[in-house]
């Protein structure tokens, strides 16, 4: 089993900046790839960025050139970096891994951090 916590979300005026981490603790054994996930009220869960264990990323259209996710291996910790934050960039933030262990998928859900952007 592998749990997942965020951490770093907020409150944050239009233009501003915040940094969200996501600490994975237990069996990371087959884990491969990270994610960041977001869902405003009343719309579906999007993803918002990836990373695997290669160092590749992937970012949504709407956040490129804004946020940055990036990975401490040491620390098992994923961060997202969210600069010129916008309103519509409202959300709960949630983490998510996936990989496999001996031919078993895994996916594991954090239980999500508020991100509020006031404009």
């Known amino acids: 089993q592998v749990q997942l916590v965020e951490s770093g979300g907020g409150l944050v005026q239009a233009g501003g900046s915040l940094r969200l981490s996501c600490a994975a603790s237990?069996?990371?054994?087959?884990?491969?790839?990270m994610y960041w996930y977001r869902q405003a009220p009343g719309s579906q869960r999007e993803l918002v960025a990836s990373?695997?264990?290669?160092?590749?990323?992937n970012y949504a259209d709407s956040v490129k050139g804004r946020f940055t996710i990036s990975r401490d291996t040491a620390k098992n910790t994923v961060h997202l970096q969210m600069s010129s934050l916008q309103p519509s960039d409202t959300a709960v933030y949630y983490c998510?891994?996936?990989?496999?262990?001996?031919?078993?998928?895994?996916?594991?859900w954090g239980q999500g951090t508020q991100v509020t952007v006031s404009s």
């Open positions: 998510a891994a996936r990989g496999e262990r001996y031919n078993i998928r895994l996916e594991y």
């Open positions: 237990g069996n990371i054994f087959g884990i491969n790839a």
């Open positions: 990373i695997t264990r290669g160092d590749s990323t």
